[in-house]
């Protein structure tokens, strides 16, 4: 089964921008659905953002779309999630997520079988 790594959380300036990344390892990184899921104090954990396996389609939450890119680098078994003209609301704890099943939407955290510990995303002046 695949581990998951968040990395590249930290505080930022509205308007600012940060890459996260998401390092994966024990699996076959190109036959898992990525996701990006996130949670602030007080809130349920929620979609931002996926990548299919195979063709590599993307998907948003209406959030964060046309600020938030999803990317993928099977060579580096390897996920990112670009993130521009950050706001407050953004803060959270950012998650990976990945899954093998082809059931459902893809939306709900449920859905998903492997996590990363999350990283802090905390935009703020």
């Known amino acids: 089964q695949v581990q998951l790594v968040e990395s590249g959380g930290g505080l930022v300036q509205p308007g600012g921008s940060l890459r996260l990344s998401c390092a994966a390892s024990?699996?076959?990184?190109?036959?898992?659905?990525l996701g990006w899921f996130r949670q602030a104090p007080g809130k349920q954990r929620e979609f931002v953002a996926r990548?299919?396996?195979?063709?590599?389609?993307?998907y948003y939450a209406d959030s964060v779309k046309g600020r938030f890119t999803i990317s993928r680098d099977n060579a580096k078994s390897t996920a990112y999630l670009q993130m521009n003209s950050l706001k407050p609301d953004d803060t959270a704890v950012y998650y990976c997520?990945?899954?093998?099943?082809?059931?459902?939407?893809?939306?709900?955290?449920?859905?998903?079988?492997?996590w990363g510990q999350g990283t802090q995303v905390t935009v703020s002046s």
């Open positions: 997520a990945a899954r093998l099943s082809y059931s459902g939407s893809g939306y709900n955290p449920s859905q998903y079988a492997y």
């Open positions: 024990g699996g076959t990184f190109r036959s898992y659905t």
């Open positions: 990548i299919s396996r195979n063709d590599g389609m993307t």
